[in-house]
């Protein structure tokens, strides 16, 4: 059995025990209670959920195991020049909860470069896709064609105990991660550079090797991407994609399957997607105007215009989130230490100066301030990923590491099928009808 896989197996046998010791006790406490409008407001806030690679805070934002972005950026193995994390080191911390050393580090750089063989009917199946379809749809289809590859689905077929499901899906997490790179470059490379394709350099870590797949050279941009991988890695478990993700796999789908579930509710606007709509916005903005030095005045004129139609601001607000995105601010710092003056970068810093008051002016916004989509977009036009569109395949690539890293989890620690109540409106009218009755009679 290989280290990592090692030590989570004891890490995951002892939380199981802890876990099953404590429900027996404590069962029954109660953690939460729900009102109506949670039930019509998409059960924002109700804790139903075991997700234990990260947690947000609304005012801190993300912890990964406890630790926040800038300790995170300190202490986790760095890229060769020494300046951005490794998300490799960032999955060792999310599923086993310690800190990897730098040869822990290596050894999983090794086992995905190992691992990273895409078997040849994904990118036939990828070929015969229109070129102009969605990356995410390519992207979502190209992990769906992959689960041929599935450990899990083929142990399953074979009569695997229950005991074995957190193997399976480990080993599934591990060969998945390593190919997505591949596949996502040759995504981009097929849709915009003419299926000019880039093979591997295997001598580079999993995010450089991405980079350099995608056809980037600059060093700067390798960097980028180590940190663009760790930020987005995980979001605690009830954004819509790793909500998606835990909903497929607790059915026990294999995990090709609960990934692609996860994608395409990344791929909505409100998630996801939304990397891609601020880019465009911006755009927009600066094509209306008509200057790439917008004043704040130009800028607020055209926030109020897209409020005015009926249009949210893409890369604002969130659904937890109360303060800015540290993710937003961890790609600020980025810029200011490896950017100078780039007028896509300053638009996207005056714009940070601008929304927040304008959206809390409306009084109904619970975050006017900017989340992660807010500025990515701005740092890959400036170093030339300007093919929008690809984006969110981006955010995916690196979601994959949080929400496989916590299937992995929810296999080992035998979490069951997810199934939530719902209701009809007839059964919230009678509800409230029988609870008024209920009051009268007692009062
Ligand atoms: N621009 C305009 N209006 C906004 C807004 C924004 N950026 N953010 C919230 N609002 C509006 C909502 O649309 C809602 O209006 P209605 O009552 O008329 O429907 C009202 O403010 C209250 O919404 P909320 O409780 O503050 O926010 P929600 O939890 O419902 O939604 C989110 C959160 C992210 C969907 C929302 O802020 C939004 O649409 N933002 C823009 C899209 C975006 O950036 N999404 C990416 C989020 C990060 C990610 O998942 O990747």
Not at 80 to 101: A, H, Q
Not at 330 to 342: G, T, V
Request: aromatic share 10%.
């Amino acid at each position: 059995m290989d280290p990592l896989k090692q030590k989570f197996n004891q890490k995951a046998a002892e939380l199981k025990k802890e876990i099953k010791a404590l429900l027996k006790e404590k069962g029954n406490t109660k953690v939460d209670e729900v009102v109506l409008s949670q039930v019509f407001g998409g059960a924002r806030g109700i804790k139903m959920m075991l997700w234990e690679t990260s947690q947000l805070d609304p005012i801190e934002g993300i912890r990964f195991r406890g630790y926040s972005i800038p300790q995170l950026r300190e202490l986790l193995p760095k890229g060769p020049d020494g300046k951005e994390p490794r998300p490799e080191g960032l999955f060792w911390l999310m599923l086993v909860g310690e800190i990897p050393t730098d040869d822990q580090v290596k050894w999983l750089t090794g086992q995905w470069t190992h691992r990273s063989n895409v078997p040849e009917h994904v990118f036939k199946m990828l070929d015969s896709l229109p070129v102009d379809t969605h990356p995410m749809t390519q992207f979502s289809s190209a992990i769906i064609a992959m689960q041929t590859e599935s450990c899990f689905a083929r142990r399953y077929a074979e009569g695997m105990s229950k005991t074995e499901y957190w193997d399976a899906t480990y080993e599934d997490t591990m060969n998945l991660i390593a190919r997505l790179p591949r596949v996502a470059a040759y995504i981009y490379r097929r849709t915009f550079h003419g299926g000019d394709h880039i093979t591997p350099d295997f001598s580079l870590d999993w995010a450089g090797n991405f980079a350099h797949m995608l056809g980037f050279k600059d060093p700067d941009f390798k960097s980028l991407m180590r940190l663009y991988m760790t930020i987005h890695a995980d979001h605690e478990g009830g954004n819509a994609s790793a909500h998606a993700t835990h909903l497929v796999g607790s059915t026990l789908s294999d995990p090709y399957y609960s990934l692609a579930g996860g994608m395409t509710a990344l791929a909505g606007p409100l998630h996801g997607l939304a990397n891609q709509e601020v880019i465009k916005w911006i755009f927009r903005m600066l094509d209306a105007i008509g200057t790439n030095k917008p004043t704040k005045e130009q800028i607020a004129e055209y926030v109020k215009s897209t409020l005015a139609a009926g249009q949210v601001i893409p890369g604002y607000g969130h659904a937890v989130l109360r303060r800015p995105d540290p993710r937003f601010m961890a790609q600020k710092r980025f810029a200011e230490e490896n950017i100078k003056d780039a007028d896509i970068v300053n638009v996207v810093w005056k714009i940070f100066e601008v929304v927040p008051p304008i959206l809390e002016s409306l009084g109904k916004v619970k975050n006017p301030w900017p989340n992660v989509d807010a500025h990515s977009g701005s740092l890959l036009v400036h170093y030339g990923l300007k093919e929008n569109e690809y984006y969110t395949v981006l955010f995916g690539v690196s979601r994959a590491l949080g929400v496989l890293s916590a299937l992995c989890w929810s296999r080992a620690l035998g979490l069951p099928l997810e199934r939530p109540k719902s209701v009809t409106f007839n059964w919230v009218k009678e509800f409230l009808k029988k609870t008024e009755e209920t009051e009268q009679v007692a009062g």
